[in-house]
């Protein structure tokens, strides 16, 4: 099992840049999908982007249109997201979350529903 936890989030202002780390302890923690959501007041979490296990597959949804990018490291203890050009409709907390990617290899990565292990959560407050 792996305890993600989610750090980066902060205030700033519309069009600047801010990069949100997941981290976990283990090395198990490289052999998990990871997945980066958000949720805004009064609406549904939404998955932003995903990474596979090894690194190599990366996922994104349709209305990021370029601006955030999903990276691990080399170790594959962190998982982060780099987002750019930052709108104030991208204010929302966001979550880390996990599962085990070389076990559960049918799964739709850009699901909810696929993962098992969340994170509290770091809030990203973006003004204009």
């Known amino acids: 099992q792996v305890q993600p936890v989610e750090s980066g989030g902060g205030l700033v202002q519309a069009g600047d840049s801010l990069r949100l780390s997941c981290a976990a302890s283990?090395?198990?923690?490289?052999?998990?999908?990871v997945g980066w959501f958000r949720q805004a007041p009064g609406k549904e979490r939404e998955c932003v982007a995903a990474?596979?296990?090894?690194?190599?597959?990366?996922y994104y949804q349709d209305s990021i249109q370029g601006r955030f990018t999903i990276s691990r490291d080399n170790a594959k203890t962190t998982v982060y997201l780099q987002m750019n050009s930052l709108k104030p409709e991208d204010t929302a907390v966001y979550y880390c979350?996990?599962?085990?990617?070389?076990?559960?290899?049918?799964?739709?990565?850009?699901?909810?529903?696929?993962?098992?292990?969340w994170g509290q959560g770091t809030q990203v407050t973006v003004s204009s």
């Open positions: 979350a996990a599962y085990s990617g070389i076990r559960y290899t049918a799964r739709d990565p850009l699901r909810e529903d696929s993962y098992d292990y």
């Open positions: 283990g090395r198990t923690f490289g052999t998990y999908t």
């Open positions: 990474i596979s296990w090894s690194g190599r597959s990366t």
